[in-house]
């Protein structure tokens, strides 16, 4: 199954404007979203790694 988070729009927008409403939204959904999880575990660590960093994520 191919995972759409890397393409997301919504995720697109954060990077573009992180403080904005839609922005933190995205970054609060990502805490329980199942597609976000499935994504995110299906990465190689180094990936992981930098998504950690990127987007101040602890989870999985």
Known sequence: MAHQCEHCHFRAYHDRKPASLLGR??????NFCPGWKAYFTSLPDDEKAALRGKYSFQKY
């Open 25 to 30: 939204f995205w970054r609060w959904h990502i």
